[in-house]
């Protein structure tokens, strides 16, 4: 029995070392091969999600609020603000005041020397005397020529002498007459003079037009002084009030009719965080530039001492409208040759390229003033593989 027994292991050997080589193939091709079939598996999801339909974001176009604010730059000046050139020609005499100098409406500011103007007005006062000297003279031998002319005519009465001497004495005494109204009229006129020359000299005298600060100083003691308020004369001094100051800023066209109907507005400074100024808008030009399409409206503002002239300010109006404004979101906008685009996709999930007319900018969105509805599903942030007319897998923004 151990013999037949010994028998079958023997026989059944080679099966076994048969069978385990064939499990040990198995097992190798499972290590080899199962990796790539999985490698290959992977590759293939990857070009199924490359060769399918994308997925994109959307998002529904939204209706803003009626009820708007607008912020524009603007510019600060002063309320009333004058270059004060000379009058007169001159060297500069004394300077009373400097930049930063408060100063009221007539108060002296500098004095010029004009010699020659002083000169010329002497000059005129004696030719004035001289003339009323001239005028005594004349009126005095009118008077003697008219008791001639008296005396003469009684004698022709009475026939002594001839009517010729008489009208002779009658002309003399008309000549002498005449010469007394020249010499009024000469008077008239060298008073006439003195009262220019006058008037011209008190313009050596530099006053302020009204309440406010020295801007700008650009004379000093000594200085030459020409009249005259052309590129090759010098400005004195700048004069600005500045207790209400006004704020000009350039409102565009679209914006126009809401800004004009509205009567105040805030003004705030960088320099000033925290501290909005109210003020009322008191003009506009009513009229749009044609070259910038802007229409210029100006604020007035109290100022508590703290703006100064040429400041850079920013000004929220109230700018109601009338419908609330359709609004996309600046990641759904894209710009190219034919202007400002964006990608909408329908019921159908068919992306449709959309041209727009843009209105207000309101940093993370923008106005639309056409070619959009609100409802509408449009693409954030398309890739390249977003073009018009390709079929995508939306996902909704949350």
Do not use: C
């Not at 060297?91 to 010029?112: E, F, P, T």
């Not at 008309?174 to 109204?181: D, G, K, P, Y």
């Not at 006053?207 to 009249?227: E, K, M, Q």
């Not at 070619?371 to 390249?384: R, S």
């Amino acid at each position: 029995m151990n013999a037949n027994t010994q028998t079958e292991r023997s026989s059944r050997g080679p099966y076994i070392a048969v069978v385990g080589l064939f499990l040990l193939l198995g097992a190798i091709a499972v290590v080899v091969f199962l990796p790539r079939l999985r490698h290959n598996e992977a590759l293939k999801v990857e070009a199924d999600a490359v060769t399918g339909p994308p997925v994109v974001i959307v998002t529904k176009v939204k209706t803003g609020d009626k009820d708007t604010k607008l912020e524009l730059p603007g510019t600060v000046q002063a309320f009333e603000q004058a270059a004060i050139f000379a009058r007169t020609n001159g060297y500069v005499k004394a300077r009373y005041v400097d930049i930063g100098d408060r100063v009221r409406q007539g108060q002296l500011l500098a004095l010029i020397e004009d010699p020659t103007t002083e000169q010329s007005l002497r000059q005129a006062q004696a030719n004035v005397m001289q003339l009323k000297a001239q005028l005594a003279l004349a009126e005095a031998n009118a008077k003697l020529a008219d008791a001639n002319d008296a005396r003469w005519r009684d004698l022709y009465a009475q026939g002594v002498v001839s009517k010729l001497d008489a009208d002779t004495r009658g002309a003399t005494a008309s000549t002498n007459q005449a010469t007394v109204e020249a010499a009024k009229a000469s008077i008239a006129a060298a008073e006439a003079t003195v009262l220019s020359l006058q008037q011209q000299l008190s313009f050596s005298r530099v006053t302020a037009p009204f309440d406010g600060v020295i801007l700008t100083r650009n004379i000093d003691n000594g200085s030459l002084i020409t009249s005259g308020s052309s590129t090759n004369t010098t400005q004195m001094f700048t004069v600005g009030r500045s207790d209400t100051v006004r704020v000009f800023s350039s409102v565009p066209q679209a914006e126009a009719v809401s800004v004009m109907n509205s009567k105040t507005a805030k003004v705030a400074f960088r320099e000033l965080p925290n501290h909005p100024y109210p003020g009322s808008i008191s003009r506009t030009s009513a009229s749009i530039d044609p070259t910038s399409r802007t229409i210029l409206v100006e604020i007035d503002l109290k100022n508590d001492g703290k703006i100064l002239p040429g400041m850079y300010a920013t000004i929220q109006f109230d700018a109601p409208r009338a419908e609330p404004p359709t609004v996309l979101p600046t990641n759904a906008l894209f710009v190219r040759t034919a202007g400002p685009q964006t990608f909408v996709v329908g019921d159908d999930n068919v992306v449709r390229l959309r041209s727009l007319v843009l209105g207000r900018d309101m940093g993370n969105a923008v106005e639309i003033v056409s070619g959009l509805k609100p409802g509408e599903n449009v693409v954030i942030n398309p890739t390249d593989m977003v073009v018009d007319g390709v079929h995508v897998n939306t996902k909704v923004l949350q």
